[in-house]
């Protein structure tokens, strides 16, 4: 069964970096597109980004443009979002998905507290 | 970037009614829309996709409709267990822009 497992969180201070984990197991990591998710205290889910099959091409959303950067390594399964300059509206819990067009499958979150 | 709105916001419903969220997109998304279902301290659950295709394992109370800019999300049966909140997402061109969430609740 498809098992995604997030690792990484913790708190942090603004304006410093941060960088989250995705273990995957399953399935056939390499065959496909990785999200990244994330929902803030109290309120609704907000797409951060997806990286391709082979890692070739990433799309972000707005709010992580130009700081965040998704990355993947196929020979280890494992999914990254390098978080730069961090803000306190980045604090969330972050969610790793699989899929390109859905996520079918999420994992159960990993905390980002960013203090000032 | 295209906008995604629910309607409504929050709901009450009985176990065994009929419930109905709506989702309107900013231009044509095509049939690019997923609806998921969030619980407190739970990972997302993808219900329907392609706007209404049911995802394995998803209870056939479940339905999706639309196209274009409009879309429906329909359970036809309350149950306990679907006392949540659902988003719709587009996912026609980045960023894949979610919806504000319908929080169901029970009544």
């Known amino acids: 069964q498809v098992q995604l497992v997030e690792s990484g969180g913790g708190v942090v201070q603004s304006g410093r970096s941060l960088r989250l984990s995705c273990a995957a197991s399953g399935f056939t990591f390499s065959n496909y597109g990785m999200q990244w998710v994330r929902q803030a205290p109290g309120k609704g889910l907000e797409w951060v980004g997806i990286i391709s099959y082979d890692g070739s091409n990433q799309y972000y959303g707005d709010s992580v443009k130009g700081r965040f950067t998704i990355s993947r390594d196929n020979s280890n399964n494992t999914l990254s979002l390098q978080m730069n300059s961090l803000r306190f509206e980045d604090t969330a819990v972050y969610f790793c998905?699989?899929?390109?067009?859905?996520?079918?499958?999420w994992g159960q979150g990993t905390l980002v507290a960013v203090s000032s | 970037d295209i906008q995604m709105t629910q309607s409504p916001s929050s709901l009450s419903a009985s176990v065994g009614d009929r419930v109905t969220i709506t989702c309107r997109a900013s231009q044509s998304i095509t049939s690019y829309l997923g609806w998921y279902q969030v619980k407190p301290g739970k990972a997302p659950m993808l219900l329907i996709y392609a706007a209404s295709t049911l995802q394995g394992g998803v209870p056939s109370r479940f339905s999706g409709s639309g196209s274009g800019t409009d879309f429906t999300l329909t359970i036809s049966s309350l149950q306990p267990e679907d006392f949540a909140t659902y988003y719709c997402q587009q996912s026609f061109s980045s960023p894949f822009t979610f919806g504000g969430g319908t929080k169901v609740q029970i009544k």
């Open positions: 998905a699989k899929g390109t067009s859905y996520a079918t499958d």
